[in-house]
């Protein structure tokens, strides 16, 4: 896949649809997600395959070039989530599930799941935190209105311990730091990630327990 034409092409080729889809129905609107995505989609299709583009990219924008080259397709998925309906389903999944006392690690477990799909924190939430938010409310379902409203803060807060412990196994924070402490040297992302695996058990483990008997 690596060396073949046909998947980036085929990205390629629906990329310049949406382009053309945009530029018809709004006239010249250019905005930074037009522009970022014209650019991606006329690399892809002059680059030809996967192989070539990673490695104009590294060329170009060194260690951390694997990163950003996964974030427009993060929001794509972000949007394919929201558009679907897919976030609400996770909350109807839920909803068989979830009791007054496993709801936080419910939301805990969602967050740092989702965080694969969409690294924002801010998108992430807006995937899926309706759909949490609206199990809590049916749980909490005859209790008064401050204690519906603490339900809430603890699945909101789970599902943010889980965003950031999922973090651990993809460090898009390294952005900040990697073009300084990694400067002359060959290390990519991917070299250094796997230290973070024993911290990620450890912690889930601890934050797990903590959700579980003391969810405050």
């Known amino acids: 896949l690596n060396n073949s034409a046909l998947l980036q092409m085929t990205i390629a080729a629906f990329g310049f649809i949406y382009i053309g889809h945009h530029f018809y129905l709004n006239g010249f609107d250019l905005n930074f997600n037009i522009i970022i995505f014209t650019f991606l989609i006329l690399g892809l299709f ?7 583009y990673s ?8 260690n951390i070039s694997g990163i950003l080259f996964q974030y427009p397709f993060y929001a794509g998925i972000m949007g394919i989530m929201l558009s679907t309906g897919l976030g609400e389903k996770i909350g109807e999944l839920q909803v068989s599930i979830a009791t007054l006392t496993n709801y936080p690690f419910l939301a805990y477990v969602s967050g740092g799941l989702v965080n694969f799909a969409i690294p924002s924190a801010g998108g992430e939430f807006a995937v899926i935190g309706p759909g949490i938010i609206n199990v809590v409310k049916e749980l909490g379902a005859g209790l008064s209105e401050s204690e519906v409203t603490a339900m809430i803060a603890r699945a909101s807060m789970g599902i943010a311990y889980g965003e950031s412990l999922s973090n651990a196994l993809q ?9 300084v402490m990694a400067s002359g040297t060959k290390l990519q992302a991917r070299d250094i990630m796997g230290y973070f695996v024993i911290p990620f058990i450890l912690f889930f483990i601890i934050q797990s327990a903590l959700l579980i008997w003391m969810p405050l």
Do not use: A, E, Q, W
């Not at 490695?55 to 060194?62: A, N, P, T, Y």
């Not at 460090?171 to 073009?179: C, E, G, N």
């Open 46 to 52: 002059l680059h030809k395959t996967p192989l070539r």
């Open 171 to 179: 460090p898009f924070y390294l952005l900040i730091i990697f073009p």
């Open 55 to 62: 490695i104009s990219m590294k060329r170009s924008s060194r």
